[in-house]
T-cell receptor
Framework: GAGVSQSPSNKVTEKGKDVELRCDPISGHTALYWYRQSLGQGLEFLIYFQGNSAPDKSGLPSDRFSAERTGGSVSTLTIQRTQQEDSAVYLC?????????????FGPGTRLTVL | DAKTTQPPSMDCAEGRAANLPCNHSTISGNEYVYWYRQIHSQGPQYIIHGLKNNETNEMASLIITEDRKSSTLILPHATLRDTAVYYCIVRVTYGNKLVFGAGTILRVKS
């Protein structure tokens, strides 16, 4: 079946601009996660959504970062007033969650470059 | 979640078994061992996970010691396409985030 999809695959933006990154989880998965991976670095957790519960935002690095999950499906990660240090690959993952296992399945990522 | 320790890199000959070790001496009773890998420029790929019994699937086998303080991921017949960074992660099974360490760079050579 279809896996996690993310768009765009690549995004180049200028410092100070806002960007939106989209994640389409696997159908039926109730849990959704965002991570980022800077060049040569490990994966860093950003935010976690589970059903209708309040999201775990403990990994968001600043208030310029926010995320929404509409209708329990698609999620959008928004970065306002982008900075060069925001350049990274942003990865989304989903899990069946309470409807099944907690194994996370990752999308291909969005590579963000801030000039 | 318990901390894991993995060797930074390993080499393996194509066609041979690749055995990747992981130490997790502070693992608690409700924590599972998960293995993921990341091939260059791709998102992490789930491989296998287990609690205390050995597990096998179409990709790999997971051997967990009786005291659960260490484990080994076995790729039975490594191919060049198995060259990747392999991450051993310990966490409780429900909901929370995965904490990725530095992992082991596995290089499969012909």
């Amino acid at each position: 079946g279809a896996g996690v999809s993310q768009s765009p695959s690549n995004k180049v933006t200028e410092k100070g601009k806002d960007v939106e990154l989209r994640c389409d989880p696997i159908s039926g998965h109730t849990a959704l996660y965002w991570y980022r991976q800077s060049l040569g670095q490990g994966l860093e957790f950003l935010i976690y959504f589970q059903g209708n519960s309040a999201p775990d935002k403990s990994g968001l690095p600043s208030d310029r970062f926010s995320a929404e999950r509409t209708g329990g499906s698609v999620s959008t990660l928004t970065i306002q007033r982008t900075q060069q240090e925001d350049s990274a690959v942003y990865l989304c993952a989903s899990s069946p969650g309470t409807s099944g296992s907690w194994v996370q399945f990752f999308g291909p990522g969005t590579r963000l470059t801030v000039l | 979640d318990a901390k894991t320790t993995q060797p930074p890199s390993m080499d393996c000959a194509e066609g041979r078994a690749a055995n990747l070790p992981c130490n997790h001496s502070t693992i608690s009773g409700n924590e599972y061992v998960y293995w993921y890998r990341q091939i260059h420029s791709q998102g992490p790929q789930y491989i296998i996970h287990g609690l205390k019994n050995n597990e096998t699937n179409e990709m790999a086998s997971l051997i967990i010691t009786e005291d659960r303080k260490s484990s080994t991921l076995i790729l039975p017949h490594a191919t060049l396409r198995d060259t990747a960074v392999y991450y051993c992660i310990v966490r409780v099974t429900y909901g929370n985030k995965l904490v990725f360490g530095a992992g082991t760079i596995l290089r499969v050579k012909s």
